[in-house]
């Protein structure tokens, strides 16, 4: 079965830190992964996505993601956080011969000042 | 350009109600999707349309009906809800899909959602 995971609900971070929001992914063949970020009451925002290529993939916002195959991870990391990156962000997974994105729970991250 | 439109920002209705959920796309995408998603969830697919031809519905009861009138446009009709089908109704649009050519890595872009309450 296609899946992901984000095993934390809420992530706490004070700004400046460097932020870190996990996902790992079950995906038969190469799967084409993504990050999304939704602000209250909004839709979600496209981050970046891994295809193939590099395993470091930059994004918006000076958000970037490290896909790992052998831990089939792609986790979300900025080096240095700002409240304003306090949104809820999924991970998502489109498996290959599909038109389905396949998101995971959220995680809620919170920056403090 | 990435933006994806939806009108009403905000809908009321009552279970016998009939109404409607707009969206819009001018990225010449030819690939567009109703999502619902509930408070703290991720959002569930409902529909595809590709190419104006619904492509996917995951099994959704009947009372909400999709239609594709142009490649610009995708419509929700509402009919007969209930108070569960409260939720944030999303729209998606990608450039195409297809599953050659690596189509399946095409971005989906949303749009900022209707706010559905039904009474």
Request: aromatic share 12%; glycine share 6%.
């Amino acid at each position: 079965a296609q899946s992901v995971a984000q095993p934390e609900d809420q992530v706490n971070v004070a700004e400046g830190n460097p932020l870190t929001v996990k996902c790992t992914y079950s995906v038969s063949g190469n799967p084409y992964l993504f990050w999304y970020v939704q602000y209250p009451n909004r839709g979600l925002q496209f981050l970046l996505k891994y295809i193939t290529g590099d395993n470091l993939v930059k994004g918006s916002y000076g958000f970037e993601a490290e896909f790992n195959k052998s831990q089939t991870s792609f986790h979300l990391k900025k080096p240095s956080a700002l409240v304003s990156d306090s949104a809820l962000y999924f991970c998502a997974v489109r498996p290959p011969n599909t038109d389905k994105l396949i998101f995971g729970t959220g995680t809620r991250l919170q920056v403090f000042p | 350009d990435t933006e994806v439109t939806q009108t009403p920002k905000h809908l009321v209705m009552g279970m016998t109600n009939k109404k409607s959920l707009k969206c819009e796309q001018h990225m010449g995408h030819r690939a567009m999707y109703w999502y619902k998603q509930k408070a703290k969830k991720p959002p569930e697919l409902m529909f595809v349309y590709s190419y104006e031809k619904l492509s996917i519905n995951e099994s959704v009861p009947s009372r909400f009906s999709p239609e594709c009138p142009n490649s610009s446009l995708l419509n929700l009709h509402l009919h007969a809800l209930q108070p569960e089908d409260s939720a944030l109704y999303l729209c998606a649009s990608s450039p195409g899909v297809g599953l050659a050519g690596g189509r399946a890595t095409d971005t989906q872009y949303f749009g900022p959602g209707t706010r559905l309450t039904v009474l």
